[in-house]
C-alpha cells in the first residue's frame, strides 16, 4: 500500500508564506511525476504546480513567481513554498504522486488527503 501525507497548511495573512510537505511511503519502487492541486469550495480541483523526477516543472499562470515546487527523491517527498499568498489562494491543497511499486508494474496515481490553506487577514 501507498500514502501520501501532507503537512504544513494553515492560516496566514494575505503577502505571507506557507510551505506544504507530502512525503509519500509504502511499497514504492518508483515515482515520476509529483504535483500539487488545490479545490476552493464550489469550484473544480485544478493543478498548482508539478515537478517531474528529472526535475522539469509546470506551474498554473495564478501562481508564477510566487510558488516553487520542488522536491527530495531520496525522501520521496515534495514540497511547495508557497509566498506573496492572497485571499484567492485559499484552498483544500491535495498532493498526488506518479507511483509504481515494482519494476514491472505501470504507475498508479495516488493522492493525499488535503491540507487546508486558508488567506485571511
Known amino acids: 500500500q501507498v500514502q501520501l501525507v501532507e503537512s504544513g497548511g494553515g492560516l496566514v495573512q494575505p503577502g505571507g508564506s506557507l510551505r506544504l510537505s507530502c512525503v509519500a511511503s509504502?511499497?514504492?519502487?518508483?515515482?515520476?511525476?509529483m504535483g500539487w492541486y488545490r479545490q476552493a469550495p464550489g469550484k473544480q480541483r485544478e493543478l498548482v504546480a508539478a515537478?517531474?523526477?528529472?526535475?522539469?516543472?509546470n506551474y498554473a499562470d495564478s501562481v508564477k513567481g510566487r510558488f516553487t515546487i520542488s522536491r527530495d527523491n531520496a525522501k520521496n517527498t515534495v514540497y511547495l513554498q508557497m509566498n506573496s499568498l492572497k485571499p484567492e489562494d485559499t484552498a483544500v491543497y491535495y498532493c498526488?504522486?506518479?507511483?509504481?511499486?515494482?519494476?514491472?508494474?505501470?504507475?498508479?496515481?495516488?493522492w493525499g488527503q488535503g491540507t487546508q490553506v486558508t488567506v485571511s487577514s
Open positions: 515537478i517531474f523526477r528529472g526535475g522539469s516543472t
Open positions: 509504502g511499497s514504492i519502487f518508483s515515482i515520476n511525476a
Open positions: 498526488n504522486a506518479d507511483i509504481r511499486y515494482n519494476p514491472v508494474s505501470g504507475y498508479l496515481h495516488y
